[in-house]
């Protein structure tokens, strides 16, 4: 069975060069924050961590008539300047990198046929936050980083996404999924 991280993983496929950038990634933070501790000790491996999408679980599905509704929450992260002013890190990484990743994974998104989503919006209904020196944070300012490494992300929260399973043994059958169920063609 095919599962969301997968579909989102085949959505990544298509805006990556041939070096594999984007990197993907996904999971809860604590073991995200693992895996790219681990890749940063590793010579050859620390050079395939960023720029990077990941997809933060828990992911919210719901059944609604015959597709499955997700809830999603991503970040398109890459390192930042240390000290840097706000203006800084917009011109750096935002301008030239994450925004034009976050462009290219919107629209594959709607291009790649896996997903749609409801009524006649051209992007699919998501909150996007610009987060200059990623954080938590505090009214003031970050009182700890999201991850271990200092970064400037791009967060797309409650990003909903419609997908409708196609059995594989349904289709090569013969049958096909309607409505009302399963037909013979």
Same mark, same amino acid.
């Given at each position: ?7 989102? =993983?085949?959505?990544?496929? %298509? ?9 993907? $990634? ?58 840097? $002013?706000? =203006?800084? #890190?917009?011109?750096? %990484?935002?301008?030239?990198?994450? /925004?034009?990743?976050?462009?290219? $994974?919107?629209?594959?998104? =709607? ?23 990623? =954080? ?39 049958? /096909? ?7 013979? #063609?």
């Amino acid at each position: 069975m095919e599962y969301i991280v997968q579909h989102i =993983g085949e959505v990544i496929k %298509t805006i990556q060069d041939e070096n594999g950038v984007p990197y993907y $990634f996904y999971g809860h933070r604590s073991k995200v924050n693992v895996v790219l501790s681990t890749m940063d000790k590793d010579k050859v491996r620390k050079k395939l961590r960023y720029p990077a999408i990941i997809l933060w679980m828990d992911i919210d599905e719901k059944p609604v008539d015959m597709f499955w509704q997700y809830t999603l929450n991503i970040s398109i992260v890459a390192p930042t300047l240390n000290q840097a $002013f706000v =203006g800084d #890190r917009l011109a750096a %990484t935002f301008y030239p990198l994450l /925004i034009p990743i976050y462009d290219k $994974f919107i629209d594959a998104l =709607g291009n790649t046929g896996i997903f749609f989503w409801d009524g006649r919006l051209l992007l699919p209904p998501h909150t996007r936050t610009l987060r200059p020196y990623w =954080g938590l944070p505090t009214p003031e300012r970050n009182r700890a980083f999201y991850l271990d490494d200092k970064l400037d992300a791009i967060e797309i929260r409650n990003l909903v996404l419609n997908y409708e399973p196609i059995c594989k043994e349904t289709a090569e059958s013969g049958f /096909i999924l309607t409505e009302t169920g399963y037909l013979k #063609r």
